[in-house]
């Protein structure tokens, strides 16, 4: 039997801690190998979120562990206490397999782990832990990252992606599948949290571009260039290219383009338009030149896209499901996959 350990310390999400006792504290039913030994490790009684929690032993147990998971850190603007920086690094210098969720990426990289080594988190703080953490590789268009002994993952449903992974690499891709239709989850998913990254509109102010924004979004089936835009904002296309990057951080072309990505990811959401209509629609042109672009920024094809955010309201939802198929909470369906 295989100890995982979970490292868990005030300032732990709920939400990732809860996740991995889901994957590696409850043996499914119908496996019939030895699951794993879970073991709550901490200073003592922890407080997570709203959450009092009584861990099974101290951190100081996590040297015994073969498997040490360390959910979400809270407050990545606060260091990670030095008892549970010190007690991770021991159990990887130990032997241990070492596994970040979410934020817990933060606690790895204060304690070393991740010194020249490609790691990822929740996008929302990749830009904090590359500033932080120099010596670490941040790629923020994953869903998790596996460095052999330790591993990384990006924020909140990408932590039981990688919990998932763990489970495929120690029982096989038929038992991983059977965990994940007991949670009602893909037992794979593809592409990066590029797929997952708003790219909101500025909200209207006082900038120059404010009346161009709303311009642009309701013509976005037209095949609009800098010099359409430029003459809109009454102003030279030098001057607009200057402050699409002082307001948006980015050019007027690549802005354009994430706003025709998020309509089409909206339409392919919530209708049951072709992709040579959503095409049209978002002023890409052709279906071809849809795919490309929208598999290179959001790192999965439109099809594959639909399949995994299609809107519960959408078209096609309130069909019953097959015999086999398994319906979500959010009427989302999953069909089994072979063994």
Not at 40 to 47: D, F, I, K, M, T
Not at 262 to 272: F, G, I, K, V
Not at 280 to 300: D, E, P, Q, S, Y
Request: charged content about 20%; glycine content about 8%; some cysteine.
């Amino acid at each position: 039997m295989s100890t995982v350990a979970l490292a868990v310390t005030d300032g732990m999400l709920h939400f990732e801690l809860s996740l991995a006792y889901e994957v590696f504290g409850v043996r499914p039913s119908g496996v019939a190998v030895p699951w794993y030994g879970l073991v709550l490790c901490g200073p003592g009684a922890v407080r997570t979120g709203r959450f009092r929690l009584e861990p099974d032993d101290g951190l100081d147990r996590l040297r015994r562990a073969d498997t040490v998971i360390v959910p979400g850190w809270a407050d990545v603007d606060v260091d990670p206490p030095a008892d549970l920086v010190d007690a991770v690094r021991a159990a990887h210098e130990a032997g241990a397999r070492v596994a970040s969720l979410c934020t817990g990426a933060f606690v790895l990289a204060a304690a070393g782990l991740l010194d020249g080594k490609r790691a990822t988190t929740h996008w929302a703080h990749t830009g904090d832990m590359a500033a932080r953490y120099p010596r670490v590789e941040v790629d923020p268009d994953v869903l998790y990252v596996d460095n052999g002994s330790v591993l990384t993952s990006a924020g909140k449903a990408a932590a039981m992606d990688l919990c998932l992974h763990l489970v495929r690499m120690d029982y096989g891709s038929s038992i991983a599948n059977t965990v994940a239709r007991r949670l009602v989850v893909p037992p794979h998913r593809d592409g990066g949290q590029a797929q997952f990254v708003t790219t909101p509109v500025p909200a209207p102010d006082n900038h120059p571009l404010a009346e161009l924004f709303p311009w642009v979004m309701e013509r976005l089936d037209h095949p609009l260039t800098v010099e359409d835009l430029a003459r809109q904002a009454r102003m030279s296309s030098r001057n607009l290219s200057r402050h699409f990057r002082a307001v948006t951080g980015t050019t007027p072309l690549q802005w354009l383009l994430n706003q025709r990505i998020r309509h089409a990811q909206e339409l392919l959401e919530t209708t049951d338009d072709g992709i040579d209509a959503i095409a049209a629609a978002t002023g890409m042109g052709t279906a071809t030149t849809l795919r490309r672009h929208f598999n290179r920024t959001v790192g999965v094809p439109p099809d594959t896209y639909r399949r995994t955010f299609r809107s519960r309201t959408g078209p096609g939802r309130g069909e019953s499901p097959r015999a086999g198929e398994l319906v979500g909470d959010r009427g989302d369906v999953f069909r089994p996959v072979p063994a």
